[in-house]
């Protein structure tokens, strides 16, 4: 029986050496049954049985091949919907879920209580994705997620673990895969997530459920953080081979210890990277220390240090050494593939289960060698030593040398009708998971080379090769929703990141082609006083804003509505005077008395209040000449424009009137979205709506564009209000705290800053809905939207 977690001893590597001991235990019982090739006649006997319902027509084949080169998250649907028709989709999913009870929670397949667990998720599932006409991508996307928090209420940890998200992105240094940090994050916290459900009691109370819910996500980020800023960051190229010493050690010193020391001076190129990892490690450790008791806390480390050793002993390892053995290539990717599982359960502090414990030791090493064999070729050219790597490598010169592929064979093998006793689901799930790796693999890798990959690691077993081969061109209904899930969130994480990194370029092109054209010219025929209001327009227009609403309106105008650049140019000129105007008009001393606007001091600061009204109005005035000069477009179609504009210029006025009044009173939610609405959102629905009405859009789409503007105006005042709260002056660009000097009615004042954040979002979902009604698909404003809510100034 594996006890490794049973007794945390004081010399951390004697609890190694006891580990490494069992994990010896467990490599020479495989090593015997390899060497005996038992598991070519058990396996092929199991195989008999599972072809039978697995190799289907070549019409079938068609499609699966059609559907597997495509991976947009249509195609999804589309699978989803294929597979209920014909019938398929129960057993899909009933074995998808059934796999991540074995994997992720170590259950065997064959208890009653585990079978009516998992045929209620897969009901559950299925209804989630046949009963919505959801995309795979909108039931997974941040609005549908946060309703999920609601409805379990957890909104406040959702908010604020899309803060770390965020925060954690944003350190993710270059040299490491960013997206797979991501993602390997997100799966962590959903490991732990699915853990605590798991442990749930079914009569739990909502409060009591909320509750674990929270402690387990916290958790699952407080873990889950080690692997890009631990596992990940050491196996990179970012750090010094100095620094990596240093920071081995750091951690090292915390798992012997259970304490995590100061980072005192760091030398290296690296300071602030490690400076804010160890910042943000140390409140992750410490949070999962006092969640621990005592005992389990032992247990974590014990755990912990295990995996962080046997992550080190390969680490450490050097492709050009010829002379590793068995033991030391094996024993590691089996201790660190245990432990990394085990680790989860110890976090959670739930109950000792020797069974489960034990499984899960047998388990490990299962995943490893089928993740290791996926990703031998990205291995290979980092040059990093797993059993793959070496094999190709060595296995020409060096008859001892275990082959990996072999022994993952003879591990399922083991698996099966060793630990989970013959059980026909077990055969059933980890017979389609083998064949379906092999599969996903040769169509990434192409049939060529996939071959020359059979060719080194299958040479001693011709006969069981040719069955398999013969399976992996011909079996279906082999795929897992974990895959499927697993796929769209790397296409959606770099789809973002390309959407991202797109809406970035965009915002700085145009505000580039935006900032030149907005300076007003000098009239040298004129009186001083004139050529006064033009300075003081030009100093309010050179500070440095974000251009916001231009940019909104060439977006809508050039990329989605086709609308030329020239043509539109006037329309993007009259909407930041009339921004700039507004703001003169907000700081004036009878209003918000602002000392500082766009990073310099306020206009009527620079010169003279007198001054600053005159500008307002001159800027205003500016913007409705720049709208008549609208000289491409139809005359009846400008006269709306002008019409529209001077209607939000009017509606908009009476917000401020509204905010001013509203001063050293208590206003209700209602009212504080209605004032908002007529400030804030106003001016984003004229953004959307101007090059609309240009470009004749029909009113359905007009209709979407308004609810968007309306509750994305919403959000973007929420968030005003909560940086004015919570920011920083020299980031923001304007005094922070100046609505609480003003006595100033807000949300933040009103509903207190957790409610404040949930009614943002609250509106941010809201924006989302009226972004997926609309007919035309514009990520621009999903990246706008995301924006209005993340960021700091």
């Known amino acids: 029986m594996f006890t490794m977690n049973k007794v945390f001893t004081k010399n951390a590597d004697e609890g190694y050496l006891l580990a490494e001991k069992q994990a010896s235990h467990y490599f020479s019982s495989l090593y015997k049954q ?17 072809k039978q319902h697995h190799l289907g027509s070549n019409r079938l084949l068609s499609f699966f091949s059609r559907w597997e080169k495509k991976d947009d998250s249509q195609n999804y649907n589309k699978y989803i919907q294929w597979m209920e028709k014909k019938g398929k989709l129960d057993h899909y999913l009933e074995r998808s879920v059934s796999y991540i009870y074995m994997r992720d929670l170590g259950k065997t397949l064959y208890e009653p209580e585990t079978k009516s667990r998992i045929q209620h998720v897969v009901q559950s599932l299925k209804t989630q994705l046949t009963q919505t006409s959801d995309s795979l991508e909108e039931k997974f996307d941040m609005s549908s997620l946060y309703r999920w928090a609601k409805k379990e209420g957890i909104e406040s940890t959702f908010i604020w673990l899309i803060h770390k998200l965020k925060t954690v992105s944003l350190h993710i240094p270059n040299g ?21 459900i798991e442990e749930m009691e079914e009569d739990l109370l909502p409060t009591e459920r909320s509750r674990q819910l929270n402690e387990a ?15 990940d960051l050491l196996d990179s190229k970012v750090l010094s081979e100095y620094e990596k010493r240093a920071y081995s050690e750091l951690i090292r010193t915390t798992l012997v210890t259970g304490s995590v020391p100061d980072l005192g001076e760091w030398k290296g190129g690296n300071k602030e990277l490690m400076t804010f990892i160890h910042s943000e490690l140390k409140q992750a450790f410490d949070y999962i220390k006092v969640y621990q008791s005592p005992e389990k806390m032992s247990s974590f ?42 680790i989860v359960r110890s976090v959670l502090n739930t109950p000792e289960d020797e069974e489960f414990e034990s499984r899960t030791f047998y388990y490990g090493i299962y995943n490893q060698l089928a993740d290791d064999f996926a990703d031998m070729f990205d291995d290979m050219n980092a040059g990093a030593v797993t059993p793959y790597t070496y094999y190709l490598t060595y296995h020409n010169k060096r008859d001892d040398l275990i082959n990996p592929f072999e022994l993952y064979w003879t591990v399922i093998s083991h698996l099966i009708h060793n630990i989970y006793h013959s059980d026909p689901m077990t055969c059933e799930v980890m017979l389609d998971r083998a064949i379906n790796g092999l599969k996903r693999f040769k169509q990434r890798i192409g049939t060529k080379k996939y071959h020359e990959v059979m ?84 100093y309010s227009l050179e500070g440095d804003g974000k251009r916001l609403r231009p940019i909104m309106s060439w977006v809508i105008g050039v990329d989605v509505y086709g609308l030329d650049m020239t043509a539109i140019q006037p329309l993007l000129k009259s909407l930041e005077y009339m921004h700039t105007a507004s703001l003169i008009f907000d700081d004036l001393p009878a209003q918000d008395n602002a000392p500082i606007r766009r990073g310099r001091p306020t206009l009527h600061e620079m010169y003279t209040t007198a001054t600053a009204e005159l500008t307002g109005l001159f800027l205003t005035q500016k913007a409705v000449k720049e ?18 504009s001077a209607q939000m210029t009017a509606d908009m006025c009476k917000g401020q009137a509204m905010d001013l009044e509203s001063k050293g009173k208590k206003l209700t939610l209602e009212q504080l979205n209605e004032m908002c609405f007529y400030k804030t959102g106003l001016a984003f629905e004229a953004c959307l709506i101007m090059p609309a009405i240009l470009a004749h859009a029909d009113e359905k789409e007009m209709e979407d564009l308004k609810t968007f503007a309306y509750h994305a105006g919403i959000a973007f ?17 304007k005094l922070a705290g100046i609505d609480a000097e003003n006595d100033s009615s807000t949300f933040v004042s009103v509903l207190g800053v957790e409610k404040a954040k949930k009614e943002m979002w609250e509106h941010y979902c809201l924006a989302m809905d009226a972004l997926q009604e609309m007919p035309r698909h514009i990520p621009f404003l999903k990246h706008l939207l995301s924006y209005f809510v993340n960021r700091d100034r």
């Open 627 to 644: 709208q008549a000069s609208l000289d491409m477009f139809y005359p009846k179609t400008v006269l709306n424009l002008i019409q529209y």
């Open 34 to 50: 390899l060497s005996q090739k038992t598991y070519v006649t058990t396996l092929t006997n199991d195989f008999a049985s599972w």
């Open 176 to 196: 490491m895969d960013a997206t797979h940090a991501q993602r390997k994050l997100i799966k962590i916290i959903a490991g732990v997530v699915m853990h605590a």
């Open 301 to 342: 480390l014990e755990q912990s240090y295990v995996f962080f050793h046997s992550q080190e002993e390969d680490r450490m390892k050097d492709l050009e050494n010829e002379k590793y053995t068995n033991e030391e290539l094996f024993i590691p990717v089996i201790l660190k593939s245990a432990s990394s599982r085990l």
């Open 717 to 733: 005042q929420i968030k005003d209000d909560l940086l004015d709260f919570e920011g920083e002056s020299n980031q923001l660009g």
């Open 455 to 538: 060719k080194v690691f299958t040479s001693d077993i011709t006969e069981f090769n040719h069955m398999i081969q013969q399976l992996v061109q011909k079996a279906t209904d082999v795929d897992f929703f974990d895959k499927l899930l697993r796929d769209h969130i790397i296409t959606t994480i770099n789809n973002n990141r390309e959407e991202q990194d797109k809406f970035i370029k965009t915002v700085r092109e145009v505000r580039n082609r935006i900032n030149p054209i907005l300076q007003l010219p000098y009239e040298t025929s004129t009186s001083i006083e004139e050529n006064s209001i033009v300075e003081a327009a030009n």
């Open 217 to 231: 996500i916290r958790l699952g980020y407080a873990y889950g953080l080690t692997y890009p800023f631990i596992d």
